[in-house]
């Protein structure tokens, strides 16, 4: 199986998209290996093993066809952990951002309490 039903970070949200895909690396002849050997590697890294294996003449069309649907899921996976990434990190900024307002907000209201002494 190459994504888990009802996994958060898998980046599907459809129980019946994740179940087609899942069918079809099945039917295919492929297992969890490619998806398992990729899972924690760049996405460069992942389109450069599935290229290897599309080239591979001795290669059967099936197992080829799972790698595919693997290699789907694993960019989909990948673009859905940068979206998250990218959301915590806006986050952040914005936190950063508050903190220097307030604090040139009290700078200003230093200065201006200063000049009035």
Not at 38 to 65: C, Y
Request: charged share 25%; proline share 2%; hydrophobic share 40%.
């Amino acid at each position: 199986m190459a994504v888990e039903l009802g996994h958060s970070t898998s980046g599907f949200r459809h129980i019946d998209v994740i179940q087609f895909i899942n069918s079809e690396i099945r039917s295919n002849g492929g297992g969890p290996d490619f998806y398992l050997a990729f899972f924690s590697r760049s996405w460069n890294e992942v389109e450069d093993g599935l290229h290897t294996i599309l080239t591979n003449q001795q290669m059967p069309r099936a197992l080829k066809r799972a790698c595919t649907w693997s290699a789907l899921a694993l960019g989909v996976r990948v673009v859905a952990g940068q979206q998250e990434e990218q959301t915590h990190r806006l986050h952040w900024l914005r936190e950063q951002l508050e903190e220097r307002e307030a604090t040139c907000s009290a700078l200003v209201f230093e200065m201006q309490r200063m000049r009035q002494e």
